[in-house]
Nanobody, 126 residues
Framework: QVQLVQSGGGLVQNGGSLRLSCEPS????????MGWFRQAPGKTRDFVAAITRNAATYYADSVKDRFTISRENAGNTVILQMDSLKSEDTGIYYC????????????????????WGQGTQVSVSS
């Protein structure tokens, strides 16, 4: 059974940085696409960033040039480096794995992701 184990997150001041990691366990195939989503209180779970097996990356406009998604550990661990954090970045961040291939808008659609992590709280104080 596939599990996505998340770590990182926490409380940081406005303008600070945090690093999230996600490591899949179980399953037999290297994930094709890994993504990060976030959910603020009372809001929907929104796309943040994604990286495909070919290392193509996609970002929400609100985090472009501040967040960086990458792979480590021979591609098994996915990292979300978050810099210049703002109070509106506060929320629960979820790692997700998509078995199928995506490009463009498909990589931003949470309905296409097959497995989800447990969520990690990120809080940015102003």
């Amino acid at each position: 059974q596939v599990q996505l184990v998340q770590s990182g997150g926490g409380l940081v001041q406005n303008g600070g940085s945090l690093r999230l990691s996600c490591e899949p366990s179980g399953g037999t195939d290297r994930p094709v696409t890994m993504g990060w989503f976030r959910q603020a209180p009372g809001k929907t779970r929104d796309f943040v960033a994604a990286i495909t097996r070919n290392a193509a990356t996609y970002y929400a406009d609100s985090v472009k040039d501040r967040f960086t998604i990458s792979r480590e550990n021979a591609g098994n661990t996915v990292i979300l480096q978050m810099d210049s954090l703002k109070s509106e970045d506060t929320g629960i961040y979820y790692c997700a794995k998509m078995i199928g291939y995506c490009s463009g808008p498909g990589c931003r659609d949470r309905r296409l992701y097959n497995f989800w992590g447990q969520g990690t709280q990120v809080s940015v104080s102003s």
